[in-house]
């Protein structure tokens, strides 16, 4: 999307607020010139908006029909982001991926071979050596950048990055140094299988030899085949994840919205409190999508087969966060974080309205009894979590202050880097907006934009979906993402249930295309015939396509691609300087798929703007200037309310190395051989955040 369409779409707020950033340069120092930022703007004033839509075909809204007591759903929410309870080991919250910034900072046991692989015989090859015909012109390895073993349990160091290194950093088709397919994701749970809820600390799992994720035959924790992107803004989003299967529309039972058959809720009415089942769909609730995925997940953090009405039925009477310690001033937990701490069932009551929980028989989920507050909790869980995120909104970064007038809130190079931001560098062509993604509030609010149409890299028009674009970090057949389908067959993609639907198909997500605010029109008629559609069968650029993530806070949430294969920001500019890693020519690279399945053959699907930008070495210090300082919330940066937060122990790899791992004893909850934990353990702050003497979060690449 070019520069003058963000313009033409950008709205500005009525606030002018003066604050002087605790990031902000000396004003003695700055006297920068003011440029027109047309397609920036401050975030402050903006909230994610209440989820609304429709249950059982009637009209409905969060705090009409949902929600008791706002303040109550959100305490709730940030207990359960924060609870290790929630995991099926007793050790594994939301937030053991998501404890740093938004993100996770962790170093050992991350990698993953590179599971998304659409070929299946090297996507559990760690470390696989490449061939030709995978990247012309790469060289064979079995070993990290810094001659590492790598795979399970492997700590990465800084001489591990970038993980695709050319002979000519400026040339993209130079010859490949080195280069790997493997991911630095985030580490999970043990393989195993749910067999009952077992309370009071984990569940009863059945443990089996793990083939992938095992040091000499021991278990470690899994890890998952895509970096964890921040959760901080995440409720502005239209879609979630990576891929964008957390939909926009929450079911109240899993991620899919309208797309799940199985979906739907349990309620009671004012005749009866025999609980029937009816159909959720609420709107702009992709945060709460999102939030029921991972505890499901046998990666992330359960044991394969556990359903989350069990995850209800262990929690509901558990302590809230009883492992953890909570400072007595954290903005939201405070008030319960003396000594007799509330259940789940408890804040549960207190956060939802009774027809959601009251019921005075067991319904059948699965073909097995719950009660109705057990067949619910995923619905508590996804509301109460998406009311959570929507707090986590990091609007006091010097770029807030600089655009309501405060032009003391950054120097001279950091307003230089804003101008090659907007110009020269093309970051705001998929970096615009108040979140600095073109995937979020935007698109919100203006829903028949979610698919555009625009002339590529190859010079061929195409349609895809907006915020959603292929940047050759890595060939499209190691990973299809937005290109890919859900478990019934649906694509992910709006474009291709587009087209879908102009050959007489039906969509399964809401779906209305304003043909009129086509890039590159369908027709040079004016004024635009609105009545116009593509061609069936149209072109799409889909495959390989990512969710561009915010770019808030960045300095804080490498490593950087859904990858992880940048640590800094200057190895991520030196990426977009040469016009990205594909290989070949723009007609014909690496950034191409094959998918014959859906009727595309694409010799390539490289976004437009993924050209040699020239940058000057000063130019780059400068927009990365902009985007270390410029960008970060100082409360973000040291944790002051809304970012504080309770303890956490976080499992960080397993005592031992690469090589060889210590084996956890024999006892009732390991049944087979795992590998002994590491740990990170996170202080609790309260609303005051980190005190001085230890300073601010540090950027991932300190880590190392």
């Not at 500005?12 to 340069?25: D, F, M, T, Y």
């Not at 310690?325 to 804040?347: C, H, K």
Request: hydrophobic letters at 35%; one cysteine or more; glycine letters at 8%.
């Amino acid at each position: 999307m070019n520069i003058s369409r963000l313009a033409r779409l950008t709205f500005w707020l009525p606030i002018a607020l003066s604050v002087h950033s605790a990031w902000a340069a000396d004003p003695a120092e700055v006297d920068p010139p003011v440029p027109e930022v047309p397609s920036l703007q401050s975030l402050r004033g903006m909230v994610p908006p209440d989820p609304s839509g429709t249950e059982g075909g009637r009209k409905v809204d969060l705090m009409t029909d949902y929600v008791l007591n706002r303040s109550a759903a959100i305490l709730l929410g940030k207990a359960l982001f924060w609870d290790m309870e929630i995991g099926s080991d007793g050790a594994t919250a939301c937030a053991s991926c998501h404890y740093h910034a938004g993100v996770d900072h962790r170093i050992t046991n991350q990698l993953n071979p590179g599971q998304a692989n659409t070929n299946a015989n090297v996507a559990s090859i760690f470390n696989k050596p490449f061939v030709a015909s995978d990247i012309p012109g790469d060289v064979a390895t079995y070993a990290t950048l810094s001659g590492g073993k790598g795979g399970p349990n492997y700590t990465l160091k800084k001489t591990d990055f970038p993980t695709h290194v050319l002979s000519n950093p400026l040339e993209r088709n130079s010859p490949i140094v080195y280069s790997t397919d493997d991911v630095v994701g985030s580490q999970g749970v043990f393989d195993a299988n749910f067999v009952k809820p077992n309370q009071p600390r984990f569940d009863k799992c059945t443990q089996q030899p793990d083939g992938l994720f095992q040091v000499g035959g021991i278990n470690v924790r899994r890890s998952t085949g895509r970096n964890a992107p921040s959760v901080i803004n995440a409720a502005f989003n239209v879609r979630n994840f990576w891929d964008g299967r957390a939909n926009n529309v929450f079911n109240g039972f899993s991620p899919f919205g309208n797309r799940d058959p199985d979906a739907g809720i349990y309620v009671t009415s004012e005749r009866s409190t025999v609980a029937t089942k009816v159909r959720l769909a609420l709107n702009d609730a992709s945060a709460a999508s999102q939030a029921v995925g991972p505890p499901g997940s046998p990666v992330e953090m359960s044991c394969g087969g556990r359903t989350f009405a069990d995850i209800g039925r262990r929690m509901l009477d558990t302590l809230m966060l009883k492992q953890q310690r909570i400072s007595s001033s954290d903005s939201v937990l405070g008030p319960v974080s003396g000594a007799r701490r509330p259940t789940y069932r408890e804040l549960i009551k207190n956060a939802f309205q009774p027809r959601l929980w009251n019921a005075t028989q067991n319904v059948s989920v699965g073909g097995a009894p719950y009660t109705q507050m057990e067949a619910n909790f995923p619905l508590f869980f996804g509301l109460a979590i998406q009311m959570y995120e929507a707090t986590l909104v990091s609007d006091q970064a010097p770029i807030d202050a600089y655009l309501q007038g405060d032009h003391t809130a950054m120097n001279a190079q950091q307003v230089e880097g804003m101008n090659l931001f907007l110009g020269k560098g093309k970051c705001v062509n998929c970096h615009g907006g108040a979140e600095l993604t073109n995937a979020a509030s935007r698109l919100l609010m203006h829903p028949r934009e979610r698919i555009e149409r625009m002339v590529m890299a190859d010079n061929l028009t195409t349609l895809y979906d907006n915020g959603f674009y292929n940047t050759g970090v890595r060939p499209t057949s190691e990973d299809l993402a937005l290109g890919g389908a859900d478990a019934w067959g649906n694509p992910w993609s709006f474009t291709r249930q587009y087209n879908t639907v102009l050959q007489g198909g039906r969509t399964v997500d809401p779906l209305d295309v304003d043909v009129c605010t086509f890039e590159a029109p369908l027709s040079a008629a004016i004024p635009c015939d609105a009545t116009l559609k593509p061609n069936v069968g149209f072109r799409d650029s889909v495959d390989g396509a990512f969710k561009t993530p915010t770019l808030r806070n960045i300095a804080l949430t490498g490593p950087y691609f859904h990858n992880g294969s940048r640590a800094t920001l200057k190895q991520v500019m030196e990426f977009y300087n040469r016009g990205g890693d594909r290989r070949g020519e723009d007609a014909n690279n690496t950034s191409g798929f094959e998918h014959p399945a859906v009727n595309q053959h694409n010799t390539s699907n490289l976004d437009p703007d993924m050209t040699a930008l020239n940058l000057t070495p000063d130019e780059i210090d400068a927009l990365v200037k902009f985007m270390e300082v410029g960008l970060t919330d100082p409360r973000v940066a040291w944790e002051r309310a809304p970012f504080d937060h309770p303890s956490l122990v976080i499992p960080q790899g397993h005592i031992g190395d690469e090589n060889a791992v210590t084996q956890r004893p024999a006892s009732p909850k390991v049944t087979t051989r795992q590998a002994t934990d590491a740990s990170l353990n996170l202080k609790p702050y309260g609303a005051e955040g980190r005190p001085a003497a230890e300073g601010p979060l540090q950027p991932f690449y300190n880590d190392l």
